[in-house]
């Protein structure tokens, strides 16, 4: 008998077999059957990336030579500009810091904002949809009704609270309330809701974080919950969402915000990062 | 015309250094065509073909693509702007300056550079808004959506890093305001400010730290991370389309 | 322990080695993790790492105030009690009462902006979200800061006033109360 030559198997596991590779349907690189849907990468991908490429040195270099880039006084730490802005794409973030504690809108909606970013395709399993924009006609208008929706809330959410800041450092008489006399408040007219000093007071006493607790914190909060899951029951309720669609919802919600407040920050904060219209904003001081 | 006569380019072709160099003939044939792109190196990042709807322009805008472009770009323009600029508190705002008013072609690739870095985080975001509105995140991509967005967020430290190097007014605030919000992270937002700065204020400590990691450590994982986003783009099938 | 046990057969005696190898390369992994994390970041001021320098610049440190008490309550006698600027300290001294002033620190306690004195409005008025302190005492008036200025500890030797500049140890308060202040005689 001839010697049995390689790796034996162990005693009671002769009919152990070796797998080597799994291969998944989906994994493998697609080649697809249909001969006639498909396109040579040479000439047919490679000339509209050639184009594209040509067309971005062309512009960039162009840009490059009729705009400078800025550059102002070398840096002095003993003296702040007024305003001082992030770079643009940060200015949603700085945004957010006006209307809430740093730590929430610095560090911790960021952070969230980002892990729920990448947990969207483990929410929304299904294939429904690979290929075509916004899934479906009712996709399409779900977007629109998102845009519309959160830029609403936008606009009512940022001039609220740049009311009530300028109700913290005068009260707001709108010509007819000078007469009016809130209980606990030292002057006449209007204090907006959480500002009177009656309640700072208290609230310094009372509360964990002060008197900024609930303003900067329970609000805050309360309002980024409140309105996705809002949009969502709407979009549910109208259009009878599916995961995808909802989903969509929330993605537009996203982006409509993070461009909208990249916008306010940008155009709309002056001097001591109030709020103005964009086309009535005071240069900055040096 | 400059008319390469037939003989002399018949030569060349078939001399052994030219073959040595293209192992295939003109890619006018499918099987050159495959060839040209299956053997080079920087075209096989593709397939040999592609589905007919990944060449819509209106269906991927080519934003991806030109994100990596850009990149390069950026390399390009980084890599030649260095060899002007001093990253220290004493020399970063002069050599700027410099390169604006005494080096050749200084001002265009600062400018370059600068629009460009704008640029990529302009078409990495779109890059991503068109992936999510097709779909294009569904099973078998879902881990290159994550790869992804770690890339967005890459690219928005790149162009932030970089914002302080000039060192002026406009950097030094923006830095300020920028790493404050890292500051104020709970519990351990002292420390990891002052990981970030090398002091407790903003310094020649922070230019060089933000230098480093802009010119060297970022773009070397940008780098890493889409390698491997190219290769699972092929690996999943390439670019999405109707089932 | 490596070698199997005799007394156990086949797949029992296997497991346990590839226990141990399992553990020994988490163990090992972790370990590396953990000498790289500390070797960079160190465990803060109390085991300086890598990226911790052990020298520090002038700013952290004990900083004289540049003027000696006489010659300061004289200066804001002149000034009508605005604040006195100390550029390398990075500090104001104040004047919260009579015979009292006090140091503080010329970060914004929102994000930590510079906050200049505003002579116009006589108030320090942060420039990047406008939050507002009081003149004597630089406790919050308005905007969005949580708390007043942060102070730093005065000691007053023969006149002459140093001042402790390290943000670290610095005094964190809700309001004002005088024994924040240092006396002078």
């Known amino acids: 008998m001839a010697p049995i030559r390689g790796p034996q198997p162990l005693p009671g596991q002769e009919r152990r077999l070796r797998l080597l590779a799994f291969v998944k349907q989906d994994s493998v690189v697609r080649v697809d059957k249909r001969i006639e849907d498909t396109a040579m990468v040479w000439p047919h991908l490679l000339v509209i990336e050639f184009i594209a490429a040509m067309l971005f040195t062309g512009g960039l270099f162009v840009i490059g030579a009729l705009v400078n880039a800025p550059l102002q006084d070398v840096s002095n730490p003993d003296h702040t500009p007024n305003p001082s802005k992030a770079p643009w794409y940060f200015l949603n973030l700085q945004e957010l810091l006006l209307h809430m504690n740093p730590a929430l809108a610095g560090v911790i909606v960021p952070t969230i904002a980002i892990v729920a970013l990448m947990a969207i395709p483990y929410v929304d399993t299904s294939r429904m949809g690979v290929g075509t924009y916004f899934h479906s006609r009712k996709g399409r208008q779900i977007v629109v009704f998102s845009i519309v929706f959160t830029i609403a809330i936008l606009y009512l959410l940022v001039t609220a609270d740049a009311l009530m800041k300028a109700s913290q450092l005068a009260p707001i008489t709108f010509g007819v309330f000078s007469g009016v006399h809130l209980p606990g408040t030292t002057k006449p007219g209007l204090y907006l809701p959480f500002f009177p000093q009656g309640y700072a007071a208290w609230a310094d006493l009372h509360l964990p974080g002060g008197k900024s607790f609930i303003p900067d914190m329970i609000i805050p909060t309360g309002v980024m919950l409140f309105f996705p899951v809002v949009l969502v029951l709407l979009v549910k309720r109208i259009w009878h969402a599916d995961r995808r669609e909802w989903m969509i919802a929330l993605f537009t919600g996203f982006i409509t915000t993070y461009l909208l407040l990249t916008f306010v920050g940008t155009a709309m904060r002056g001097q001591g990062m109030d709020l103005f219209v964009p086309w009535n904003v005071p240069p900055p001081l040096p | ?243 | 322990m490596i070698r199997p046990d005799p007394h156990r057969e086949g797949v029992a005696a296997r497991l346990r080695r590839r226990q141990l190898l399992r553990l020994g390369v988490l163990g090992t992994v972790l370990l590396f993790l953990a000498e790289f994390g500390g070797f960079f970041t160190g465990l803060g001021t109390l085991l300086p790492g890598f990226f911790r320098p052990l020298k520090t610049e002038a700013f952290g440190g004990k900083i004289d105030a540049g003027i000696n008490v006489a010659d300061l309550m004289q200066f804001f006698k002149n000034n009508n009690d605005a604040p006195y600027l100390n550029t390398p300290g990075r500090f104001f001294i104040i004047h919260p009462e009579a015979n009292r002033i006090m140091a503080i620190y010329r970060k914004c306690t929102h994000l930590g902006c510079t906050v200049p004195w505003n002579a116009g409005e006589d108030q320090f008025h942060c420039p990047c979200h406008g939050s507002l302190y009081d003149k004597h005492t630089a406790v919050v008036k308005g905007g969005p800061a949580p708390r007043p200025l942060d102070v730093f500890p005065i000691t007053i030797q023969g006149g002459a006033i140093t001042v402790d500049t390290n943000p670290t140890t610095d005094l964190q308060r809700t309001h004002y109360d005088p024994q924040q202040a240092t006396a002078v005689s």
């Open chain 2, 1 to 243: 015309m400059l008319d390469i006569p037939a003989n002399v380019w018949q030569r060349v072709v078939k001399s052994s250094l030219w073959r040595s160099i293209f192992r295939h003939g003109y890619p006018d044939s499918r099987k050159n065509q495959s060839l040209a792109v299956f053997t080079n190196v920087f075209l096989h990042l593709h397939p040999v073909k592609v589905r007919r709807h990944a060449l819509a322009i209106p269906y991927t805008w080519c934003m991806g693509g030109l994100s990596f472009f850009l990149f390069l770009a950026l390399t390009l323009t980084g890599v030649l702007l260095m060899f002007y600029y001093r990253p220290t508190e004493n020399f970063a705002y002069q050599d700027i300056k410099d390169l604006e008013t005494v080096v050749v072609f200084g001002q265009i690739l600062r400018n370059m550079h600068r629009w460009a870095a704008h640029g990529m985080v302009i078409t990495v975001f779109l890059h991503m808004i068109r992936v999510f509105y097709t779909g294009s995140y569904k099973p078998p991509r879902e881990f290159n959506w994550v790869i992804g967005t770690l890339l967005w967020v890459i690219t928005l430290i790149l162009s932030f890093t970089g914002y302080l190097l000039p060192w002026d007014q406009l950097a030094l605030w923006a830095v300020t305001v920028g790493t404050n919000m890292v500051g104020a992270t709970p519990m351990i937002g002292g420390e990891i400010l002052y990981l970030l700065r090398g002091s407790l204020e903003v310094s020649g400590n922070t230019l060089l730290r933000f230098y480093v990691l802009h010119v060297v450590g970022l773009p070397l994982i940008a780098g890493f991370v889409m390698a491997i986003h190219f290769w699972r783009i092929r690996k999943d099938g390439g670019i999405s389309g109707p089932l």
